[in-house]
């Protein structure tokens, strides 16, 4: 059973809409992480966050925003969708190092289309 | 930069092979390794590796790393059609962010 949540698994918006992807987890996780992955592609982190009020961006550049004020919500927006920002987008959260499950638990991911 | 280089990107077998995925990588403070199959959706978690030499099983998966030449395979024997999927390498550095390979394109026909 999923123990981390994205909605919607699907979405089809216009060009300009605001949009927020939800990412929850019932772990207790402290560390949050956002992929992007095209078809065919390997994942992006585009943004990571190690606790309640600590975001960061990743490796991919993206024009998203995130937040983080409670530890087990970490949803992401796109103030005005294009549609390069076709994509997939998976959530992911993990254990600390010195937990018994170090690695990460993805969720279902939010697959995205701007037209 | 991390990186991680997956091969084959693609490998088509029939049921009953056994296949050998690879995964090659380069890190700064080498943590871990870690492979998960990817079907439709979510990637879900299969081996995490942080020790050479040691293999990981589970049922008809195995996993094994090499630190010092900085590659793992993953083994798959007596292949099913379920085993179809693509399998991701990522590997953990000082960071503790995941980097991604592109993934072996996996299918196994009847």
């Known amino acids: 059973e999923a123990d981390i949540y994205q909605t919607p698994r699907y979405l089809v918006i216009g060009t300009g809409k605001k949009i927020t992807l939800e990412c929850s987890q019932t772990?207790?996780?402290?560390?949050m992480y956002w992929y992007q992955q095209d078809p065919g592609m390997e994942l992006h982190l585009i943004h990571y966050s190690y606790g309640v009020n600590s975001t960061e961006k990743g490796d991919l550049s993206s024009e998203s925003t995130v937040s983080r004020i409670r530890t087990e919500h970490f949803p992401l927006t796109l103030e005005s969708a294009r549609p390069s920002h076709t994509s997939q987008y998976l959530c992911?959260?993990?254990?600390?190092?010195?937990?018994?499950?170090?690695?990460?638990?993805f969720g279902s991911g939010t697959r995205l289309t701007v037209v | 930069e991390d990186k991680v280089v997956q091969s084959p990107l693609s490998l088509v077998v029939h049921e009953g092979d056994t296949v050998t995925l690879n995964c090659s990588y380069e890190v700064t403070n080498f943590r871990s390794l870690l492979w998960y199959k990817q079907e439709k959706k979510a990637p879900t978690f299969l081996f995490m590796l942080?020790?050479?030499?040691i293999e990981k099983k589970s049922g008809r998966l195995s996993s094994i790393l090499d630190k010092k030449e900085l590659f793992s395979i993953l083994n798959i024997t007596a292949t099913q059609t379920g085993d179809s999927a693509v399998y991701l390498c990522a590997v953990r550095g000082g960071s503790e962010k995941l980097v991604f390979g592109k993934g072996t394109k996996l299918t196994v026909n009847p």
């Open positions: 992911a959260s993990s254990a600390g190092q010195g937990a018994p499950n170090y690695g990460y638990t």
């Open positions: 942080t020790s050479s030499g």
């Open positions: 772990m207790g996780h402290d560390k």
